[in-house]
């Protein structure tokens, strides 16, 4: 097995006047500018589990990226 290493590019601190780091957000923070990794499982179609997403969290704007086919 080959082994792997992890490379960081540089380690900047955040400008506060573009954003903090999301470690420092609270959960509405979160909720309106985040990403849900979502792994959908057969059945429903991704437009009725972003329909589900938005009527269970209180965000404004949602949408999904795209669907992957399996094989």
Same mark, same amino acid.
């Given at each position: 097995? #080959? &082994?792997?290493e992890i490379l960081i590019r540089? *380690? !900047? *601190?955040?400008? /506060?006047r573009y954003g #903090? /780091?999301?470690?420092?957000r609270n959960v *509405? !923070?979160?909720?309106e500018t985040g990403v849900i990794n979502l792994d959908? /499982?057969?059945g429903p179609s991704s437009h009725e589990v972003t329909a589900?997403? &938005?009527r269970i969290l209180p965000v404004k704007k949602i949408a999904h990226a795209g669907t992957l086919e399996p094989p």
């Open positions: 097995m #080959k &082994k792997r540089t *380690e !900047e *601190e955040t400008d /506060p #903090k /780091p999301p470690s420092e *509405e !923070e979160l909720i959908k /499982p057969v589900w997403i &938005k």
